[in-house]
């Protein structure tokens, strides 16, 4: 499948890419650099610093975004306006990576040691009334989460473990049955589902985006030009696109030139619009 670059490389460690017609398209990150980028219709990309890291984003359903930050969450207002909320942690050693919102508009973000070490990480549910929850623990490098069509199961990513969980998922008990769905070599990362149960990952050591149907069989690769491949996401007026995020973390200059683009597809199949943040 052929893979079409929609930017230039612009993004140091670009992640996280979602597509909302509440805010006029797609927005995506440059984690580490704490800033969202946004793409507008005329291809020309908007960067807003937001904090230290910025780790997902999600729409709100009334205007503006949820997003994860370094040691936890801040809200957009829909008049832009965004307000940090209390750290959740005070080790300056751990950061938070990745999320995602389930059906019942909660907004989940998991945590991971900078030092990569084993079981630092956690994932954390912010409600829409302000509070937290740790619903999973003892993760290394927290990633991809997202929701089946019908939202009874969630597909997840610990980097460290080489493969796709999943579990089961009701709005009273949340997340639970943890499973192997599939083994993935190759350092998976951020996910996304397309509306036939679909998964599809980006490998960030792999080159490449890898769809898995429902059963956890691979059918489908799509490769890119670069290693560093984070995250993606259905977007576009059909959602028919697939939208993906790349990154030049720890590349030598001049290595692998499109490293840090946005890049995109048209698989023959569509994404599901993104579930929104209820706060």
């Given at each position: 499948?052929?893979?079409?670059?929609?930017?230039?490389?612009?993004?140091?460690?670009?992640?996280?890419?979602?597509w909302?017609?509440?805010?006029g398209?797609?927005?995506?990150?440059?984690?580490?650099?704490?800033?969202?980028?946004s793409?507008?219709?005329?291809?020309?990309?908007?960067?807003?610093?937001?904090?230290?890291?910025?780790?997902?984003?999600?729409?709100?359903?009334?205007?503006?975004?949820?997003?994860?930050?370094?040691?936890g969450?801040?809200?957009?207002?829909?008049?832009?306006?965004?307000?940090?909320?209390?750290?959740?942690?005070?080790?300056?050693?751990?950061?938070?990576?990745?999320?995602?919102?389930?059906?019942?508009?909660?907004?989940?973000?998991g945590?991971?040691?900078?030092?990569?070490?084993?079981?630092?990480?956690?994932?954390?549910?912010?409600?829409?009334?302000?509070?937290?929850?740790?619903?999973?623990?003892?993760?290394?490098?927290?990633?991809?989460?997202?929701?089946?069509?019908?939202g009874?199961?969630?597909?997840y990513?610990?980097?460290?473990?080489?493969?796709?969980?999943?579990?089961d998922?009701?709005?009273?008990?949340?997340?639970?049955?943890?499973?192997?769905?599939?083994?993935?070599?190759?350092?998976?990362?951020g996910?996304?589902?397309?509306?036939?149960?679909?998964?599809?990952v980006?490998?960030?050591?792999?080159?490449?985006?890898?769809?898995?149907?429902?059963?956890?069989?691979?059918?489908?690769?799509v490769?890119?030009?670069?290693?560093?491949?984070?995250?993606c996401?259905?977007?576009?007026?059909?959602?028919?696109?697939?939208f993906?995020?790349?990154?030049?973390?720890?590349?030598?200059?001049g290595?692998?030139?499109?490293a840090?683009?946005?890049?995109?597809?048209?698989?023959?199949?569509?994404?599901?619009?993104?579930?929104?943040?209820?706060?």
């Amino acid at each position: 499948m052929k893979v079409e670059q929609v930017t230039d490389p612009l993004a140091y460690h670009g992640e996280g890419p979602v597509w909302s017609t509440a805010w006029g398209g797609l927005r995506w990150l440059d984690m580490l650099a704490g800033d969202v980028l946004s793409l507008s219709s005329d291809g020309a990309v908007a960067r807003r610093h937001i904090d230290t890291v910025v780790a997902a984003v999600r729409p709100r359903r009334g205007g503006g975004a949820v997003i994860g930050v370094e040691r936890g969450f801040a809200l957009e207002d829909a008049d832009g306006t965004v307000t940090l909320l209390e750290p959740l942690w005070s080790d300056d050693r751990v950061r938070m990576n990745e999320g995602g919102c389930d059906p019942d508009g909660r907004f989940y973000c998991g945590s991971m040691a900078y030092d990569l070490r084993s079981g630092a990480g956690a994932v954390h549910r912010l409600d829409p009334d302000g509070s937290t929850t740790v619903v999973l623990d003892a993760v290394t490098v927290s990633n991809g989460l997202d929701w089946s069509p019908d939202g009874s199961r969630a597909y997840y990513v610990d980097t460290a473990t080489d493969r796709i969980d999943v579990f089961d998922y009701d709005p009273a008990g949340g997340l639970s049955g943890r499973r192997r769905f599939a083994d993935v070599p190759g350092d998976p990362d951020g996910l996304t589902v397309d509306e036939e149960g679909g998964v599809w990952v980006a490998l960030y050591g792999g080159g490449s985006v890898r769809r898995y149907t429902p059963e956890g069989d691979l059918d489908e690769v799509v490769e890119l030009p670069v290693t560093k491949v984070t995250a993606c996401t259905f977007g576009g007026p059909a959602l028919d696109r697939l939208f993906i995020t790349t990154s030049r973390e720890h590349l030598d200059p001049g290595d692998e030139p499109q490293a840090g683009a946005l890049f995109t597809c048209t698989p023959g199949v569509r994404g599901m619009a993104a579930r929104e943040f209820a706060g």
